[in-house]
């Protein structure tokens, strides 16, 4: 017989209150053949989300939440760690399951997206990685958009991240083997362990919408305090990985740069922003690949240069500013 698959769930959360519960109870609803081993690290918040967690913990235990897989294993911590990088960590340390996965405190798994991925690795049972489409919703959980996934590519990862991370599911043995998370990422942990799985194993991509991706002003993905210093760890990474600075990801930086350091009166005009960025971009390119470089000609496309008057929201979600 075929064992059934063991899945193991891990939840950074971090003064998540408004939005735990959901992302809870998207990962405890989940129906199928498999048992899910569920870990939240908690940062040691200071709003209500131990409060939250102790309650499914107790709705788990005591049978008050029908529970429709194979069974659920709940367990959570909440003690002071050095950020999320670190909090997934202590997770993945602690796994029992044979596949892994996370989900943000904010984000949500579709119904019927662990029995998806689990039939997916069973079918393809060279497959490392494994990753689905992602809808993008506001803080209200009002759908306003969808992640840009796409066939997978390898060259095409180092101007483009188009593998969404609570869409994305991999083996245990695959995880380790590549070393897990590097610790010393804040931002982009994700975007660093797709290209080091996808050098050495195969990534399949499920066409079938898995996960709901929250964008809200606090969120690192949106947030102007951490937006240039996620642009720059990705820069780095693909810099690391593929020995190219991409010019599209040199110009996000230098035009999320121009507009924090622009006065007012001036980051208000899209025009000129734009023509401050692609100045740095240029002499930025021609310092970091030490000149011309071919591969960025794959880039110069209609719809690049589209995105040179898009906001970052508009981008990412195809709709008009959210933010």
Not at 179 to 192: E, I, N, P, R, V
Not at 225 to 243: D, M, P, V, W, Y
């Amino acid at each position: 017989m075929t064992p059934i698959p063991l899945i193991t769930i891990v939840t950074p959360s971090y003064n998540q209150g408004g939005y735990l519960a959901e992302t809870i109870e998207s990962v405890i609803s989940q129906t199928g053949d498999f048992f899910i081993d569920y870990i939240i690290i908690d940062g040691k918040s200071t709003d209500n989300s131990v409060e939250i967690i102790k309650h499914y913990e107790c709705l788990l235990q005591q049978g008050g939440w029908p529970v429709t897989c194979r069974g659920i294993t709940y367990r959570w911590f909440s003690e002071k760690d050095k950020g999320q990088t670190d909090a997934l960590m202590k997770g993945f340390n602690m796994a029992r399951g044979e596949i892994l996965a996370w989900i943000n405190s904010d984000d949500t798994y579709l119904p019927g997206a662990v029995q998806a991925a689990t039939d997916f690795f069973r079918d393809h049972p060279d497959t490392g990685l494994l990753y689905g489409d992602s809808h993008y919703c506001d803080a209200t959980g009002a759908i306003i958009g969808r992640y840009r996934t796409r066939e997978f590519a390898l060259d095409t990862l180092a101007s483009f991240n188009f593998i969404c991370q609570p869409s994305a599911f991999f083996r245990r043995d695959v995880f380790e083997d590549v070393g897990g998370l590097d610790k010393t990422l804040h931002f982009a942990m994700d975007y660093d362990l797709w290209i080091r799985i996808a050098k050495r194993f195969s990534c399949g991509y499920l066409p079938r919408f898995l996960s709901t991706y929250r964008l809200h002003e606090a969120s690192k993905t949106i947030s102007d305090q951490t937006l240039i210093s996620n642009c720059k760890e990705g820069l780095a990474i693909a810099i690391r990985h593929f020995g190219w600075a991409p010019l599209t990801r040199i110009f996000t930086l230098c035009r999320t740069t121009a507009k924090a350091w622009l006065p007012p009166f001036l980051s208000s005009s899209k025009l000129l922003v734009m023509v401050a960025a692609a100045i740095c971009s240029i002499v930025l390119s021609l310092r970091l690949n030490h000149g011309f470089n071919r591969n960025d000609l794959k880039l110069i496309k209609m719809e690049n240069f589209r995105k040179l008057f898009k906001s970052r929201s508009e981008i990412m979600t195809g709709k008009q500013n959210q933010f």
